[in-house]
């Protein structure tokens, strides 16, 4: 890695030197067949898959290389392969590297749809998963490490509880059983390290601050050693793994600017979310950079910052339809799924979370903000609005109807059982 500092390498990375002859930008090369001049030459070029050759389109073009170097670069990672979503860049470095008889230890603040993946589809080659408390302590995770634990998954901060896990602790004690650390890192991108603090596997879904401008669909798997590449890079292309040029073109597009925007999303969200825990409606915020969030200390110790999403936990006094009333009134606060876009959303998230151990009781009803780049004191006035008719529809004791996220329904639209 270069000594520049990480505005300019998100300027430099994956181009041509600064003084070379020709566009700016990396060529966006849409392609499948690959020529080449002779039959030796293609047998040769065969050999180097581990690398960033132009062999065949499902191995990769220059556009795909380019954001590989890009994303390699922001994790602090070594190799990285683009695949078609986040939820792929968790599913292919778990199918390549877990075999039957192995078992995976997974954050019970885990990602929905990467519990729905455990469940329903490891289990079925005979992958066993074992939820646990994402804030365990070194003792607790020393007994769950019998031999055939072999991955030990975290996500930290939490999906929409926010929980910050000891990560360097986890990675340590795992590594000492002979495991893997794998992480969604989503969340901590640009402010976490995974590398620096022990993990193996680095997940980011592209799709969130990389790509930005809420229009791409794509995942990274960035690794720091060989060895994990090699597994990983023979694993995703086993799978067919592929994701459009268009798209990767797009992303390396939106990470010329990622710090800048994730400075602004950061402020306006701290901003939000400081203002959040001085209202009476409100019990706690779940903000990572706020002592009221589980795992504070630990974001203290290891990010060096924050980004645009974060939780609320209302007072009990409001239902979940309450909520919702006060969702449906906001005017900026789009409703719907994903965030890292330039725009701000909202969602009611209590019926979203599914917990296996007891670690899912916030006492009250909760919501999730994705804070974008209009004026912050707009969002405010929104959000007072919102407010009022949250107030307005202060706890009547008639039962609410669960209503859940799409993620959280299983692949018949049928809902979770509570
Ligand atoms: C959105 C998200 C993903 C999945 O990304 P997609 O590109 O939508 O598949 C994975 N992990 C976390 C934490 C996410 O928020």
Redesign the pocket.
């Known amino acids: 890695m270069s000594t520049n500092r990480f505005e300019t390498r998100l300027g430099l990375s994956g181009r041509r030197p600064v003084k070379s002859h020709g566009y700016v930008n990396p060529k966006l090369v849409r392609g499948s067949t690959v020529l080449y001049p002779n039959c030796a030459d293609r047998r040769e070029i065969g050999k180097r898959r581990l690398e960033q050759a132009e062999i065949y389109g499902l191995y990769g073009t220059e556009t795909h290389f380019a954001l590989e170097s890009m994303i390699a670069e922001i994790e602090g990672g070594t190799h990285c392969q683009i695949v078609s ?6 599913t292919v470095p778990l199918l390549a590297y877990l075999k039957a008889g192995d078992r995976i230890l997974v954050p019970d603040s885990v ?1 929905g ?2 519990r729905r993946f455990c469940d329903a589809t490891l289990s079925k080659f005979g992958v066993t998963t074992t939820y646990y408390d994402p804030m365990i302590v070194e003792r607790d995770l020393r007994a769950m490490l019998t031999a055939e634990a072999k991955v030990v998954f975290v ?1 930290s901060p939490g ?1 929409h509880t926010f929980e910050v896990q000891d990560v360097p602790m986890i990675c340590r004690v795992t590594h000492d059983f002979g495991g893997k650390v794998f992480m ?1 890192n ?2 901590g991108i640009r402010n976490f390290m995974p590398f620096s603090h022990g993990v193996d596997v680095s ?1 980011q ?4 601050y990389i790509g930005g401008h809420s229009d791409i ?3 990274a798997i960035t690794v720091a050693s060989e060895e994990d590449w090699s597994w990983l890079r023979a694993g995703a292309l086993d799978l067919g793994q592929y994701a459009s040029p268009d798209d990767c073109w797009l992303a390396l597009r939106g990470a010329r600017t990622l710090n800048v925007r994730l400075d602004a999303q950061e402020a306006n969200a701290l901003r939000i979310a400081e203002w959040m825990s001085t209202r009476p409606e409100v019990q706690k915020v779940l903000h990572p950079a706020l002592p009221s969030c589980v795992g504070h200390e630990f974001w203290k110790r290891d990010f060096s910052g924050s980004c645009g999403l974060f939780g609320v936990v209302f007072q009990p006094d409001f239902d979940y339809q309450a909520v919702v009333a006060m969702v449906d009134s906001l005017q900026l606060f789009g409703i719907g799924a ?2 890292g876009g330039y725009e701000s959303l909202a969602l009611p998230t209590s019926f979203t979370i599914t917990r296996s151990r007891n670690t899912g009781e916030f006492g009250g009803e909760m919501l999730r903000l994705q804070i974008g780049l209009e004026h912050v004191e707009d969002l405010i006035d929104d959000l007072v609005a919102g407010l009022a008719v949250l107030r307005s529809q202060q706890r009547t004791h008639v039962a609410s109807a669960p209503c859940f996220a799409d993620e959280m329904l299983d692949l018949y639209g049928n809902e979770p059982k509570i």
Not at 85 to 90: D, M
């Open positions: 979503s986040g939820l792929a860049a968790i990602y749809p990467t996500e999906s969604d989503t969340w997940i879904a592209l799709t969130k669909i794509l995942g994903s965030w």
